[in-house]
């Protein structure tokens, strides 16, 4: 059993024939017990302070684990981050040459489409004119019979200056 400063201070030796000076035992004892109530405290102390440097210690530690895994998420966000960002771009990239290749066909059918009209719209133009110098030709063959047909006036049927210069 641990022995504590008041059980040294207590401590009460049997007395024999020419046995220590009591007074001088006693005084000892109580020199005894200080110091070593004095290293009692210290060891407290010094426990107390271990314990709290341990404490430290601990929350140390944790925060270096927590930093090294917040290091370690940081860089795979990061990773992540880069990757996302790359194939956002490479689809983007691809979304636009789907668009340009989508325009151009777009165009391409329309360019085929306005052809065709204007293909369309020629003919029409060429039978227009066929069609057209057909009845001015029948217009002037009825003409040409009316004035076959009708015996000429004797009177001057020679034509004005005006009517030259409008026939000109």
């Known amino acids: 059993m641990r022995q504590t400063p008041i059980d040294i201070v207590n401590k009460r030796f049997p ?13 000892y004892l109580i020199e005894v017990a200080d110091d070593y109530e004095s290293v009692l405290r210290e060891r407290a102390a010094l426990i107390e302070q271990v314990e709290t440097l341990k404490g430290q210690l601990d929350r140390y530690s944790a925060m270096e684990t927590t930093i090294k895994s917040a290091a370690i998420t940081a860089e795979r966000n990061a990773d992540q981050t880069r990757e996302n960002a790359r194939q956002e771009a490479a689809n983007t990239v691809r979304a636009g040459q789907q668009q340009a290749n989508q325009i151009i066909a777009d165009a391409e ?3 085929v489409g306005i052809r065709a009209e204007l293909d369309r719209l020629h003919v ?8 057209y110098m057909a009845r001015l030709r029948a217009e002037l063959d009825m003409l040409e019979r009316y004035m076959q ?13 005006d009517e030259e210069e409008q026939v000109a």
């Open 15 to 27: 007395r024999g024939f020419r046995g220590f000076q009591s007074d001088a035992v006693q005084r």
């Open 109 to 111: 059918r329309e360019s």
């Open 124 to 131: 029409e133009r060429d039978r227009f004119v066929i069609d």
């Open 149 to 161: 047909d009708t015996p000429p006036h004797t009177a001057d049927v020679s034509p004005s200056a």
